[in-house]
């Protein structure tokens, strides 16, 4: 089992495995013996989820059991993650989903990232003083974006499904649940209390997550009828009776009467888009990522361009020189994401520049090994000259190879905390992933450039990044995770863990993580690491801060002709299991 311990043993298993710098096995082709004692992945023969939630993964299993592939449970886990997880899993956010199709080998990406409202400008949530205005893009009807998962898990099914499951049959694990309720019990008894004052503002909400003057408590059942009867509703008639007809009227209202100005006819003009992913390699792997308007893939590649110059296998996992030259490669590539990153339709992305190798030879060459560069020694690159022409992720692979790494949020924990009266729907505010203002940075720090501008039906960029790793055309590694800005640097490394540190799956996504996103200038830092290391680091000039953990990558590996899945131990309720 992944989820064995508490996170400070997880973390510190994780980190007490010997780097493997000498001629290490291929990942994923070294035995795991009965007998190991460091700690280890699940193993199954068939097919494998892992996800954020225990009963979401065990749904998607049943749909691999039942004859599904791996598109099919993906879709039933993010229709049931949106009763099981709502503080993340939702039907009224949006996401991304790259599907890779074993047969074709081909791998493609789904865009169902939520869309401004054809009434959003440019200088919605700017304040009388001419500055952002956080708690209109936070709290407000203004901050909800077009939703986009229910069109974009539709469109997975119809376009890759296997054919065998109906959307009913995809749908009828989480209606169930809804209906039925589901005990109050871990990490839902942890963020309930937590959102007590962004919930209780709601009449609609303090109906449903509330008994009384405080929400429910641990032990206690959330039942969700009228998020029930829309399930329901979705499963028997299509996408079109979530985006059209009462459900839709009642959205919009509850929308507009927050303060938005999102309408039905916004709701009726919603679709997903279909994109090329974004590719790279990192040392004879290959990366496939999401495009933008997602940042992730972009910068994640950009970002192992950078380290493969180095050899991080021979500085050693959690080591001060292989922590500082990570910090280091990821400050330009957030530089980057400032001033080039934005939706594609409305703005030109530079992709190819930003992940050639020749670019990260450049970056590269500004680093310091034993320095750490002050945020304002580091600008945006110039990529044009190498151009030519609180969310929650889940991994799912099936017996045939098929695979699917899907990523999708409602913004912050609960997202407005607003339930469309009569849904069940709970609301995004994803509108502050938008630039307010060119300089200005949103609820993650992050800093906005001009490309991310608010405009009628523009998507907003995002961070989410979920990945696969090839290697020979063989499907190595599925990942992803949630955590804002710290996503692409969370799965950089989850990634780095399994290639160059030869960490199983487990102790890949247990390990401890840095982040450092340029601005604000810190170098972010889980516990778990070693006070030495810590201490190297700040010798060396990073503003080290240490505080609690994030992300939670919940992945699939092949190991040894098995699949291996690891859920993230940062998050109570976690599983991976298989068949």
Partial sequence: MTRTGSLALALLLAVSAPARAQAPPAPGTAPIQADDERMLPVLASHGMVSSQEARASRVGVEILRQGGNAVDAAVAVGFALAVTLPRAGNLGGGGFMMVHLAARNETVAIDYRETAPAAATETMFLGPDGEPDRAASTRTGKAVGVPGTVRGLAEAHRLYGSGRLSLVDLIAPAERLAREGIPVEAGLADSLPRASGLLGQWPSSRAIFFSGDRTLQRGETLVQRD??????????????????????????????????????????????????????????????????????????????????????????????????????????????????????????????????????????????????????????????????????????????????????????????????????????????????????????????????????????????????????????????????????????????????????????????????QWQPDVLLAEEGLSPDTLAILRSRGHKVKVGPSSGSANSVMRVDGLLAGASDPRQRGTLADGY
């Fill in 227 to 516: 998020l029930a009867d829309t399930l329901r509703a979705v499963a028997e008639g299509g996408p079109d009776a979530f985006y059209r007809g009462p459900v839709a009227a009642r959205i919009a209202a509850a929308v507009q009467g927050a303060g938005g100005v999102m309408t039905e006819a916004d709701l009726a003009a919603y679709r997903p888009e279909t994109r090329l992913p974004v590719r790279g390699t990192y040392r004879g792997y290959d990366i496939v990522s999401m495009p933008p308007p997602s940042s992730g893939g972009v910068h994640l590649i950009e970002i192992l361009n950078v380290l493969e110059g180095f050899d991080l296998a021979g500085m050693g996992a959690g080591s001060a020189a292989a922590l500082h030259t990570l910090a280091e490669a990821m400050k330009p590539a957030y530089a980057d994401r400032a001033t080039w990153l934005g939706d594609p339709a409305r703005t030109r992305v530079p992709v190819k520049g930003l992940i050639a190798k020749p670019y990260a030879d450049a970056l590269r060459a500004a680093i310091d090994p034993e320095r750490a560069r002050p945020a304002e020694a580091v600008k945006a690159g110039d990529p044009l000259p190498f151009e030519h022409t609180e969310t929650t992720h889940f991994s799912v692979v099936d017996a045939e190879g098929n695979a699917v790494s899907n990523t999708y949020t409602l913004n912050f924990s609960y997202g407005i905390g607003l339930v469309a009266e009569g849904t069940g729907v709970l609301l995004n505010n994803e509108m502050d992933d938008f630039s307010a203002k060119t300089g200005a940075r949103n609820a993650y720090g992050l800093v906005g450039g001009a490309a991310n501008a608010v405009a009628p039906g523009a998507r907003p960029l995002s961070s989410m990044t979920p990945t696969f790793v090839f290697r020979d055309g063989r499907l190595l590694l599925v990942t992803g995770s949630p955590g804002g800005s710290r996503i692409i640097t969370t799965v950089l490394q989850v990634i780095v863990n399994v290639l160059d540190f030869r960490m199983n799956l487990a102790e890949a996504v247990a390990a401890p993580r840095i982040h450092h």
